[in-house]
T-cell receptor
Framework: SQTIHQWPATLVQPVGSPLSLECTVE??????LYWYRQAAGRGLQLLFY??????ISSEVPQNLSASRPQDRQFILSSKKLLLSDSGFYLC?????????????FGSGTQLSVL | GQQVMQIPQYQHVQEGEDFTTYCNSS?????IQWYKQRPGGHPVFLIQ?????EVKKQKRLTFQFGEAKKNSSLHITATQTTDVGTYFC?????????FGQGTELSVKP
């Protein structure tokens, strides 16, 4: 069966520090991968999505970047965190076809930038 | 891009009362999905609707897709405390899922 791992669960970082959040998927190949951010416990904002290795689409201009060095690995990064980067970051995967882009989410990372 | 409006933002009900959340789009949708996020948790897929006028049920949950495929609703009959959480609709936009703002449901025992 497919599983998605996301870590860390919580993170407290000072303003101006770098960020690296990692997400890996097991049990499937060539998944679509996504990073969402949820501010104030509400709406889900799509940040990045990837349909393959090295292929990243950015949805909103921001202080963050994403990379996909391996088929089932998705990394969210920042060189210098801002206060506004605080939020709940969710990684997700999907496949085309049977599931019709149904998303499976990781357990999320609560990031606090102080 | 595809936008979907979800109302209400919050709903507080007494246990046993019904609950409904609505999603509306200005454009025709190919399909719509519904997710539930428990407090402190991550969104979990509930269902997908594809056909015009489609109605699907999961125990006390009833999902409807409008005839024009521009709106959808989730209705919970006789809410229980386990129904607490935020319910999101999501629509497909070029292979990406765009979420509504969600409806946060609280249930008073």
């Amino acid at each position: 069966s497919q599983t998605i791992h996301q870590w860390p669960a919580t993170l407290v970082q000072p303003v101006g520090s770098p960020l690296s959040l990692e997400c890996t998927v097991e049990g499937t190949s060539n998944p679509n991968l996504y990073w969402y951010r949820q501010a104030a416990g509400r709406g889900l904002q799509l940040l990045f999505y990837s349909v393959g290795i090295g292929q990243i689409s950015s949805e909103v201009p921001q202080n963050l970047s994403a990379s996909r060095p391996q088929d089932r690995q998705f990394i969210l990064s920042s060189k210098k965190l801002l206060l506004s980067d605080s939020g709940f970051y969710l990684c997700a995967w999907s496949t085309f076809g049977q599931h019709r882009e149904k998303l499976f989410f990781g357990s999320g990372t609560q990031l606090s930038v102080l | 891009g595809q936008q979907v409006m979800q109302i209400p933002q919050y709903q507080h009900v007494q246990e046993g009362e019904d609950f409904t959340t609505y999603c509306n789009s200005s454009t025709t949708l190919s399909n719509i999905q519904w997710y539930k996020q428990r407090p402190g948790g991550h969104p979990v897929f509930l269902i997908q609707l594809v056909k015009s006028g489609e109605v699907k049920k999961q125990k006390r949950l009833t999902f409807q897709f409008g005839e024009a495929k521009k709106n959808s609703s989730l209705h919970i009959t006789a809410t229980q405390t386990t129904d607490v959480g935020t319910y999101f609709c999501a629509v497909n936009q070029g292979g990406k899922l765009i979420f509504g703002q969600g409806t946060e449901l609280s249930v008073k025992p």
